[in-house]
C-alpha cells in the first residue's frame, strides 16, 4: 500500500504547548498536504507543500518535508482547545494521477 | 464560498437492500472522490471520477458501483448493502490543476443492520 503513516497515533497536550506529528511516506510524491477533521465531520484541508519546498508556515501552521526521509511534520504552535481533532497527512505520489492517498491519522487533544 | 454537501448525515438500512449516497459540489470542479473512513484505517478511496461519465475503481471498489450524470453529482451505489459496508462515508471534490487541495463533505454515517 502507499499509504503514509502518522505518528503519534494520539496526542494529549496542555493549551498554549505546541503540538508535533509525523508523517511517512513510501514512494516519490508530487506534493504533500494535511488536513484537519473534527469529531465525525469531514475533512478540512490545512497545508500543501509541494516536493520541491523544505519548509511552509501558515499563520500557527509549520510544515516540513524532507523527501530524502520520505516524511513530514505538522507543527501547530501555541495549541488551543479549538486545535482538538484529528489530523491527516495525503500524499499525490508520482504517477498516482489526480488522486490522494491519506494516512492513518494522529488524534490532537488540546486540554485546558 | 465553496460547498459539497451530501444527501444525508446518517442513514440506516437493512442487509441486501440498494443503497443511493449522493453528492453534489457548487464549485465546477473536475474531479469527484468517494471514501470510506473507519477506525484505524484512515480514508480508503472507494472511486473516482475525472469527468462526467468517467470512473476509476480506487483502492476498495469491490461491493460498490458509481455514476456521474452531470459534472456536479457523483452518486455512490452500494448494490446489495452488507453489514461490513457499516462505515463513515466521504465525498470530496478538486479542480483539475498540477497542485490542488480537496474539499470534503460532511460524510454519511451508514449503518447496516
Known amino acids: 500500500s502507499q499509504q503514509g503513516e502518522e505518528d503519534p497515533q494520539a496526542l494529549s497536550i496542555q493549551e498554549g504547548e505546541n503540538a508535533t506529528m509525523n508523517c511517512s511516506y513510501k514512494?516519490?510524491?508530487?506534493?504533500l498536504q494535511w488536513y484537519r477533521q473534527n469529531s465525525g465531520r469531514g475533512l478540512v484541508h490545512l497545508i500543501l507543500?509541494?516536493?520541491?519546498?523544505r519548509e511552509k508556515h501558515s499563520g500557527r501552521l509549520r510544515v516540513t518535508l524532507d523527501t530524502s526521509k520520505k516524511s513530514s511534520s505538522l507543527l501547530i504552535t501555541a495549541s488551543r482547545a479549538a486545535d482538538t481533532a484529528s489530523y491527516f497527512c495525503?500524499?499525490?505520489?508520482?504517477?498516482?494521477?489526480?488522486?490522494?492517498?491519506f494516512g492513518t491519522g494522529t488524534q490532537l487533544k488540546v486540554e485546558l | 464560498d465553496v460547498k459539497v454537501t451530501q444527501s444525508s448525515r446518517y442513514l440506516v438500512k437493512r442487509t441486501g437492500e440498494k443503497v443511493f449516497l449522493e453528492c453534489v459540489q457548487d464549485?465546477?470542479?473536475?474531479?469527484m472522490f468517494w471514501y470510506r473512513q473507519d477506525p484505524g484505517l484512515g480514508l480508503r478511496l472507494i472511486y473516482f471520477?475525472?469527468?462526467?461519465?468517467?470512473?476509476e475503481k480506487g483502492d476498495i471498489p469491490e461491493g460498490y458501483s458509481v455514476s456521474r450524470e452531470k459534472k456536479e453529482r457523483f452518486s455512490l451505489i452500494l448494490e446489495s448493502a452488507s453489514t461490513n459496508q457499516t462505515s463513515m462515508y466521504l465525498c470530496?471534490?478538486?479542480?483539475?490543476?498540477?497542485?490542488?487541495?480537496?474539499?470534503f463533505g460532511p460524510g454519511t454515517r451508514l449503518t447496516v443492520t
Open positions: 470530496a471534490s478538486s479542480p483539475n490543476s498540477v497542485s490542488y487541495e480537496q474539499y
Open positions: 514512494t516519490s510524491i508530487n506534493n
Open positions: 507543500i509541494r516536493s520541491n519546498e
Open positions: 495525503a500524499t499525490d505520489f508520482t504517477g498516482g494521477g489526480n488522486k490522494l492517498t
Open positions: 464549485m465546477d470542479h473536475e474531479n
Open positions: 471520477s475525472y469527468d462526467v461519465k468517467m470512473k
